[in-house]
């Protein structure tokens, strides 16, 4: 990580804020490429769960120094000092969320298969480096002003093993995107997890709206067994094995 950073980046307005970190849309002063400035702040005191970096921040920069990959955002500098770390990467104009709920833009067909495209080839690479999303959303698939999509936040991935036999946490992926083995409490998955997620934002990119927005983890399984019908062991095998197994009521009404 570099020192103290210089002062190269002229602000030019705030794109958002979360609990650790302000996002910025700023401009190189040398070569007036417009970039995003993610500044994350340094966690120092007693009564907080950790103090320091905060670990996604870590593992979000460790992930995009390893990974290059035209659809994946491109991280360009990591600068700071005790109090804050600053994230220099692409500026994007907006995501994907915002044109699947916009009233004005009308998504079409090409569209559709141009966008998924683009998200299989950047998340096929990723498991070819044996790497984990874990937080494929709408929101997290980033638009270029060219139309090209970027990959972000990569707070959640994981390194997984050759032969799925590394547990993991369960609790990842948003609920809306998040698959039956994860809502069922599994802690041994690949990248069965990151699929799934992207089926969801296919169907969510023809809906324009999500195909399963369960408001907790039990309605979340109902949403999906409505649609798609409820696993047994003839159609599952091991699923009443899993940790958080609850057996449902047999769904008929199948969507096609």
Same mark, same amino acid.
């Given at each position: 990580?570099?020192?103290?950073?210089?002062?190269?980046?002229?602000?030019?307005?705030?794109?958002?804020?979360?609990?650790?970190? +302000?996002?910025?849309?700023? !401009? @190189?002063? #040398?070569?007036?490429? &417009?970039?995003?400035?993610?500044?994350?702040?340094?966690? /120092?005191?007693?009564?907080?769960?950790?103090?320091?970096?905060?670990?996604?921040?870590?593992?979000?920069?460790?992930?995009?120094?390893?990974?290059?990959?035209?659809?994946?955002?491109?991280?360009?500098?990591?600068?700071?000092?005790?109090?804050?770390?600053?994230?220099?990467?692409?500026?994007?104009?907006?995501?994907?969320?915002?044109?699947?709920?916009?009233?004005?833009?009308?998504?079409?067909?090409?569209?559709?298969?141009?966008?998924?495209?683009?998200?299989?080839?950047?998340?096929?690479?990723?498991?070819? +480096?044996?790497?984990?999303? !874990? @937080?494929? #959303?709408?929101?997290? &698939?980033?638009?270029?002003?060219?139309?090209?999509?970027? /990959?972000?936040?990569?707070?959640?991935?994981?390194?997984?093993?050759?032969?799925?036999?590394?547990?993991?946490?369960?609790?990842?992926?948003?609920?809306?995107?998040?698959?039956?083995?994860?809502?069922?409490?599994?802690?041994?998955?690949?990248?069965?997890?990151?699929?799934?997620?992207?089926?969801?934002?296919?169907?969510?990119?023809?809906?324009?709206?999500?195909?399963?927005?369960?408001?907790?983890?039990?309605?979340?399984?109902?949403?999906?067994?409505?649609?798609?019908?409820?696993?047994?062991?003839?159609?599952?095998?091991?699923?009443?094995?899993?940790?958080?197994?609850?057996?449902?009521?047999?769904?008929?009404?199948?969507?096609?």
């Amino acid at each position: 990580m570099e020192e103290k950073p210089v002062k190269i980046y002229e602000k030019l307005e705030c794109l958002g804020e979360g609990s650790y970190a +302000k996002v910025f849309k700023a !401009r @190189d002063k #040398k070569t007036n490429v &417009i970039v995003a400035i993610k500044k994350i702040k340094v966690i /120092i005191g007693h009564g907080v769960d950790f103090c320091g970096i905060n670990p996604t921040t870590i593992r979000e920069i460790r992930f995009l120094k390893s990974i290059e990959h035209p659809y994946i955002i491109k991280l360009h500098h990591v600068m700071g000092d005790s109090l804050k770390i600053s994230l220099i990467i692409d500026y994007m104009e907006g995501d994907l969320r915002n044109i699947i709920h916009s009233r004005t833009i009308a998504i079409s067909q090409s569209h559709i298969k141009s966008y998924m495209k683009m998200m299989v080839d950047a998340i096929s690479f990723m498991h070819s +480096k044996w790497i984990l999303h !874990r @937080d494929l #959303k709408p929101e997290n &698939i980033l638009i270029a002003p060219d139309g090209t999509i970027r /990959i972000t936040d990569f707070g959640l991935a994981r390194i997984y093993g050759h032969f799925h036999d590394i547990e993991m946490t369960a609790n990842v992926v948003t609920r809306w995107y998040r698959s039956p083995e994860l809502l069922y409490g599994s802690t041994l998955y690949g990248e069965g997890v990151d699929v799934w997620a992207l089926g969801c934002i296919f169907a969510e990119l023809f809906l324009k709206a999500p195909l399963f927005p369960g408001d907790s983890d039990l309605s979340q399984l109902n949403e999906i067994f409505e649609k798609l019908g409820t696993p047994d062991e003839s159609t599952w095998p091991g699923v009443s094995t899993l940790p958080d197994y609850i057996p449902y009521k047999k769904k008929t009404n199948i969507v096609p």
